[in-house]
């Protein structure tokens, strides 16, 4: 006899979770991703074995230039805005709505305070462009603004944890300068930003 033949059916699989799993996972991921900032300058950081993590928020960010060049940034916009209200008193600099607002989205800088208002004046675009000449700091001539950046940026939000990246190639005298000045407002605690590198075993 010959053999029945059962017909094959196509199987339907519905793919409507499928997608809005998808879509969830790709809204998640929007929402929850932090861009890197631009920086200031090209920094090539050296590598190390060390183990302990930077902490997400409440960072008082230097950046150290190949060249020497110091560049301050902080992570929360409240306490930039608080500030800039600092300096803007201390240094008699008044500043505009549009010149905080500038500010407020401002990463990292590296100039004399008292350029400031000049600097935020200009557009996103050509303040990008700007090669800044970075924070000045001799204690010896009287130019405080590194060590004054330190306290009373503290002092706004006391949280704060302190973080140094320098580049690979940058003197030692230049990173001497601002340890001198951390350890003039009684800071002793900072962190090291690193590249990971295995330890050899």
């Known amino acids: 006899m010959p053999k029945v033949k059962i017909p094959r059916k196509s199987t339907a699989i519905d793919m409507t979770a499928m997608c809005d799993v998808a879509f969830l996972l790709l809204t998640f991921f929007i929402l929850t991703t932090k861009f890197r900032a631009q920086e200031a300058v090209q920094i090539d950081i050296p590598s190390s074995t060390a183990q302990i993590p930077i902490p ?5 960010l230097f950046q150290i230039a190949p060249d020497g060049r110091i560049f301050f940034g902080l992570d929360d916009q409240p306490t930039r ?57 001799d204690t010896l001539g009287g130019n405080h603004q590194v060590e004054d950046l330190i306290l009373f940026s503290r002092q706004e939000n006391n949280n704060l944890r302190i973080a140094i990246k320098a580049d690979k190639t940058t003197e030692y005298r230049s990173f001497d300068k601002l340890i001198q000045a951390l350890q003039n407002r009684k800071v002793n605690k900072f962190n090291l930003i690193t590249s990971a590198r295995l330890a050899k075993e």
């Open 56 to 60: 997400d928020r409440d960072i008082m």
């Open 81 to 137: 805005l608080k500030l800039l209200d600092r300096l803007s008193s201390e240094y008699s600099m008044p500043l505009s709505d549009k010149q905080k607002e500038a500010f407020r989205t401002l990463e990292v800088w590296g100039m004399d305070i008292r350029s400031l208002p000049e600097f935020l004046d200009k557009d996103p675009a050509e303040r990008a462009k700007l090669q800044q000449p970075g924070l000045t700091i």
